[in-house]
């Protein structure tokens, strides 16, 4: 009668092997997912910044900061007209909790009590609409939170030139046309006052 011990080790000798034999059979998936392309909306925009930080909102009508959002904050500058945005989103939804322009107004100021902390006002598009809202942002170091205000400001002081560039030059621009249309005006005065007498003169002739 043979060994049930050896019986065992044979059952699992075969088991074995056939769990290491390749049968070559394929199983196909149930359900097949295609690859998505998936837009940011940032494809046109060159990163100057990204940073892990902690955003807060104030609440005008509690009169107290709420957090707003904990994640990676963007200084984005786009491409053709070098206008640059700031861009926050959540870590996890990845969903958008600060998104504005800076500008030429754009102010940052520290916290007070934390060098960890800046201040600024800004008119945000979070929420699909303008609203003028007050943030508050942490760093987790005091290096990161200056790197983040000296280029804002570094930024919004460009954005001022930027501008009054662009005042200047439309000032010029209207001083042509102003000049342009002074100079038509005499000249089309100055033809009428050629042809005037060559018709009086026509009139005396066919009396």
């Known amino acids: 009668m043979a060994d049930p011990a050896e019986h065992r080790e044979e059952e699992e000798e075969a088991a074995a092997a056939g769990e290491e034999e390749d049968t070559g059979a394929q199983i196909a998936p149930i359900v097949k997912l295609e690859e998505v392309a998936i837009?940011?909306?940032?494809?046109?925009?060159?990163?100057?910044?990204?940073?892990?930080?902690k955003l807060y909102r104030f609440?005008?009508?509690?009169?107290q900061w709420k957090e707003r959002g904990t994640g990676a904050v963007k200084l984005l500058k786009h491409?053709?007209?070098?206008?640059?945005?700031?861009?926050?989103?959540?870590a996890k939804t990845l969903k958008i909790c600060a998104n504005h322009l800076v500008v030429a107004t754009t102010k940052?100021?520290?916290h007070a009590g934390s060098d960890k902390s800046c201040v600024w006002h800004a008119l945000d598009f979070a929420d699909c609409e303008l609203k003028e809202e007050m943030f508050?942002?942490?760093f987790g170091s005091v290096e990161?939170?200056?790197?983040?205000?000296?280029?804002?400001?570094?930024?919004?002081?460009?954005?001022?030139?930027?501008?009054?560039k662009e005042s200047e030059e439309v000032s010029s621009a209207a001083e042509l046309v102003e000049k342009l249309t002074v100079v038509e005006v005499?000249?089309?005065e100055q033809t009428e006052k050629v042809e005037t007498p060559a018709v009086d003169d026509k009139k005396d002739?066919?009396?």
């Open 39 to 53: 837009t940011t909306g940032e494809e046109d925009e060159d990163v100057l910044l990204d940073m892990k930080a």
């Open 59 to 63: 609440d005008k009508d509690g009169g």
């Open 79 to 90: 491409k053709e007209t070098a206008k640059v945005r700031l861009v926050m989103r959540q």
């Open 108 to 110: 940052m100021q520290e």
């Open 136 to 138: 508050a942002i942490r």
């Open 144 to 164: 990161n939170c200056k790197k983040f205000k000296d280029l804002v400001d570094e930024i919004a002081e460009q954005q001022g030139k930027n501008e009054e």
């Open 186 to 188: 005499k000249k089309e």
């Open 205 to 207: 002739a066919e009396k």
